[in-house]
């Protein structure tokens, strides 16, 4: 089964760090554009930031200069490193991608999300 899991999410305080992860698992050959969101408590889903299969990055205003979003393509992982958080970073995390390569073609797959807490 091909899947997206993050990981690292948790409790921190603000204006500390947290490093979330994304990794694909299941009869795949690799991992295109991944893109991470997140939903607060009543709240919209919303882009945080995207990386391409070639490395090009993108984030939201709201992260710029504090998240930092990279890929080991060999570990089929992206991770999000989060700097300098603040309580309104508070969500849930989902990464995404529209481009899961498998025996089958390019496939979508969304994660279940890795909850992040900013106490202040």
């Known amino acids: 089964q091909v899947q997206l899991v993050e990981s690292g999410g948790g409790l921190v305080q603000a204006g500390g760090s947290l490093r979330l992860s994304c990794t694909a698992s299941g009869r795949i050959f690799g991992v295109g554009n991944v893109t991470w969101y997140r939903q607060g408590p009543g709240k919209q889903r919303e882009l945080v930031a995207g990386?391409?299969?070639?490395?090009?990055?993108n984030y939201a205003d709201s992260v710029k200069d504090r998240f930092y979003i990279s890929r080991d393509d060999a570990k089929n992982t992206v991770y999000l490193q989060m700097s300098r958080v603040k309580p309104e970073d508070s969500a849930m995390y989902f990464c995404?991608?529209?481009?899961?390569?498998?025996?089958?073609?390019?496939?979508?797959?969304w994660g279940p999300g890795t909850q992040v807490i900013v106490s202040s």
């Open positions: 990386i391409t299969s070639g490395g090009t990055t």
């Open positions: 995404y991608s529209d481009a899961v390569k498998t025996n089958y073609g390019f496939k979508s797959v």
